[in-house]
């Protein structure tokens, strides 16, 4: 049972354009949704997450937007550099009182951006 | 470098044979994590230790495999009479466990790739 699903698998942007990844989750029971960036040969690194809470996160070029009543959540990347290019993670993690701190992660989307 | 260390960086072997990998978290992180990544998937979720205690496993984690942080520091994850399905990329995290209540970021090394032939 995937409890997060990711799409696309795979992405290709231009220099300048905006990429756009999509998640969507079952367990409404998640409360927070980290996003990571993996370069390869790399350890994920977390580059911005959000609570259900709030509908939108902005941080320089990145945004989370965060739709609770669809279970939905993207990630947006404006101004693409070709140093973007790398896998992108979202996940989902379960509230601290549940006593589960593991990440359930999406499958990831391969970004490349092209000059 | 005080991030997440973990050795080796790459492990072939045979299989049937035994393999150990070793975690280093960062130094003041309570909280450690293994997960597995396989290609074109995400990590999924083995175990994770708050100091020297193992809290949490996971399905995946069958009884061929074996984590230990016998000091609250470092970890180590072995595999016994391993098998071509175990090839993957392991990766350790830690984490702060306070303050409670809250997500604590959890930082990933950069992982130990294992091929079984």
Known sequence: ?115 | DTGVSQDPRHKITKRGQNVTFRCDPISEHNRLYWYRQTLGQGPEFLTYFQNEAQLEKSRLLSDRFSAERPKGSFSTLEIQRTEQGDSAMYLCASSLAYPSGTYNEQFFGPGTRLTVL
Request: net charge positive.
């Open chain 1, 1 to 115: 049972q995937q409890q997060v699903k990711q799409s696309p698998q795979s992405l290709i942007v231009q220099k300048g354009g905006i990429s756009i990844i999509n998640c969507a989750y079952e367990n409404t029971a998640f409360d927070y949704f980290p996003w990571y960036q993996q370069f390869p040969g790399k350890g994920p690194a977390l580059l911005i997450a959000i609570r259900p809470d709030v509908s939108e996160k902005k941080e320089g070029r990145f945004t989370i937007s965060f739709n609770k009543s669809a279970k939905q959540f993207s990630l947006h990347i404006m101004d693409s550099q070709p140093g973007d290019s790398a896998t992108y993670f979202c996940a989902a993690i379960l509230p601290a009182w549940a006593g589960s701190y593991q990440l359930t992660f999406g499958k990831g989307t391969k970004l490349s951006v092209i000059p």
